[in-house]
């Protein structure tokens, strides 16, 4: 596997289901990313890690769990979500957060809460 | 609060005929503008990175510039394949964080 890998790529889960999403990079990254990405809006930043610390969260509800074991692994954790958090989930990597910041997505999740 | 803005939305342009893509941004401090390329159901793909004014990058039938004010992608004689949705993004010295545009989404008709 090469670069940003992402699963499932799709999920369909009810309003009371707990599931996770994975993220794994291949990049030798120590930065990593989740985006939310809805229709019609610009990407959201929700969360990131930096050499497995959790350096932000921007205002995230807490139904929404991160969890980084180390620098090439991230996990979105996901409970009693809403309809409104359908969008598709992108995680991304990078060299370093705080510098110039180029980063690399993975192809995302496509989540769909019934 | 950075804010970029990327205009037209939405384009359909004929295969061969040339055209170009608009991000405005407003930053305390730009570090980096970057571009990406998205395709449907996809995650960006990562174009281009541009530091300073006057500077300018290019990729096959791309090509980006940049302004104090804004950045243009040039997308030259383009062919069905480069339908996509271009995502500009800023990166302020202020707030390390990217600051992203909705996106032109261009479609190319053979």
């Known amino acids: 596997e090469t670069g940003v890998t992402q699963t499932p790529r799709h999920l369909v889960m009810g309003m009371t289901n707990k599931k996770s999403l994975k993220c794994e990079q291949h990049?030798?990254?120590?930065?990593m990313y989740w985006y939310k990405q809805s229709a019609k809006k610009p990407l959201e930043l929700m969360f990131v890690?930096?050499?497995?610390?959790?350096?932000e969260n921007n205002s995230v509800p807490s139904r929404f769990s991160p969890e980084c074991p180390n620098s090439s692994h991230l996990f979105l954790h996901l409970h009693t979500l809403q309809p409104e958090d359908s969008a598709l989930y992108l995680c991304?990597?990078?060299?370093?957060?705080?510098?110039?910041?180029?980063?690399?997505f993975g192809p995302g999740t496509r989540l769909t809460v019934l | 609060e950075d804010q970029v803005t990327q205009s037209p939305e939405a384009l359909r342009l004929q295969e061969g005929e040339s055209s170009s893509l608009n991000c405005s941004y407003t930053?305390?401090?730009?570090?980096?503008l970057f571009w990406y390329r998205q395709d449907p159901g996809k995650g960006p793909e990562f174009l281009f990175t541009?530091?300073?004014a006057g500077e300018e990058k290019e990729k096959e039938r791309l090509k980006a510039t940049l302004t104090k004010k804004e950045s243009f992608l040039h997308i030259t004689a383009p062919k069905p394949e480069d339908s996509a949705t271009y995502l500009c993004?800023?990166?302020?010295?202020?707030?390390?964080?990217?600051?992203f545009g909705k996106g032109n989404q261009v479609v190319v008709i053979p």
């Open positions: 930053v305390s401090g730009l570090r980096g």
């Open positions: 990049l030798g990254h120590n930065a």
């Open positions: 991304a990597s990078s060299t370093r957060q705080g510098e110039i910041d180029e980063q690399f």
């Open positions: 541009l530091y300073s």
């Open positions: 890690y930096s050499l497995e610390e959790r350096v």
């Open positions: 993004a800023v990166q302020d010295y202020g707030n390390n964080r990217l600051a």
